[in-house]
């Protein structure tokens, strides 16, 4: 086994033949996170749905904030994944959220 510090925008350490990038294990980390935080839009659209409508405004701008993720993303495509879910549920949501 062997442990250095070779890369200037992470540590990476190596064991056998893995490689384990701290960039990439937070990175990982943060898309699983993401993903949670936008799809549980589903309990806000849910109750816009049963006539107890919530906020309008935080919903449309986390939709917003993803698509512009999204349109960055098309260089780096774990960002699409990580926020189609947020322009999908928080347009829904702050659809609902007015109906």
Do not use: R
Not at 49 to 74: D, E, K
Not at 80 to 85: K, L, R, T, Y
């Amino acid at each position: 086994m062997q442990n250095q510090l070779s890369h200037p925008g992470g540590h990476q350490l190596h064991e056998s033949n893995h490689v384990f990038s701290e960039e990439k294990v937070i990175g990982d980390i943060a898309t699983i996170a993401n993903m949670i935080m936008y799809i549980s839009y589903i309990g806000e659209i849910l109750q816009n749905l049963n006539g107890q409508p919530t906020s309008f405004i935080q919903p449309f701008c986390a939709s917003i904030n993803a698509a512009l993720w999204v349109a960055y993303g098309w260089v780096k495509w774990i960002l699409i994944v990580a926020d189609v879910p947020g322009v999908i549920f928080g347009l829904i949501a702050a659809i609902t959220a007015i109906m």
